[in-house]
């Protein structure tokens, strides 16, 4: 079974350029969330979709961030403007439902902006 | 809302000695816990979960946790770790109603040859 796929893993921008990144979650997982993980921090949930609605973006920056699953399978999230404060790994995980599962989660993409 | 704390940022410990990562939580609901590890440059990945029954919980790699209800903590231990344990440690929790997970800061194992 493929795991969750992310891509770039690495990205390096300048301050106020614009930014996306793409998931592709494991085949049939109805749920799919986005991280931010700053250095030294615990991952913090960005936003959470059950198939192709938002279920929950209530930590999500809306001024700038914003991310859609089209058709409830693989999903982008963008950041424009970008601020040097976004510098972190950002993780997608996927699960096959909501309460109660582990969440499988891909490698991640290094950003750095600066 | 519910939240975690992980006691200790990082935990340096001798090769096969024993070792314990702690984690306190808190809810006003009933919740679920996890354990993540993260090796360098990849992702989180599941040592073990409880969601309800037996509150001792066994994982992989040897690990396991007690879930104690009246402490609220959820601590992790291996009787003897190996240098491919080092690694940085998160705790989460989550409760019945949805899936919003909660980190911990995380937990640096440095074990030492």
């Known amino acids: 079974e493929a795991g969750v796929a992310q891509s770039p893993r690495y990205k390096i921008i300048e301050k106020r350029q614009s930014v996306a990144f793409w998931c592709n979650p494991i085949?049939?997982?109805?749920?799919l969330y986005w991280y931010q993980q700053i250095l030294g921090q615990g991952p913090k949930l960005l936003i959470q979709?059950?198939?192709?609605?938002?279920?929950?973006d209530s930590q999500l920056p809306k001024d700038r961030f914003s991310a859609e699953r089209l058709k409830g399978v693989d999903s982008t999230l963008k950041i424009q403007p970008a601020k040097l404060e976004d510098s972190a790994v950002y993780l997608c995980?996927?699960?096959?439902?909501?309460?109660?599962?582990?969440?499988?989660f891909g490698p991640g993409t290094r950003l750095t902006v600066t | 809302a519910q939240s975690v704390t992980q006691l200790d940022s990082q935990v340096p410990v001798f090769e096969e000695a024993p070792v314990e990562l702690r984690c306190n939580y808190s809810?006003?609901?009933?919740?679920?816990l996890f354990w993540y590890v993260q090796y360098p440059n990849q992702g989180l990945q599941l040592l073990l979960k409880?969601?309800?029954?037996?509150?001792l919980v066994k994982g992989i790699n040897g690990f396991e946790a007690e879930f104690n209800k009246s402490q609220t903590s959820f601590h992790l231990r291996k009787p003897s770790v190996h240098i491919s344990d080092t690694a940085e440690y998160f705790c989460?929790?989550?409760?019945?109603?949805?899936?919003?997970?909660?980190f911990g800061a995380g937990t640096r194992l440095t074990v030492k040859p």
């Open positions: 989460a929790v989550s409760v019945s109603n949805n899936n919003d997970m909660r």
């Open positions: 995980a996927s699960s096959p439902g909501t309460s109660g599962y582990e969440q499988y």
């Open positions: 979709f059950q198939n192709n609605g938002v279920v929950d």
């Open positions: 085949s049939g997982h109805a749920t």
């Open positions: 409880y969601l309800s029954g037996s509150t």
């Open positions: 809810s006003s609901v009933s919740v679920y």
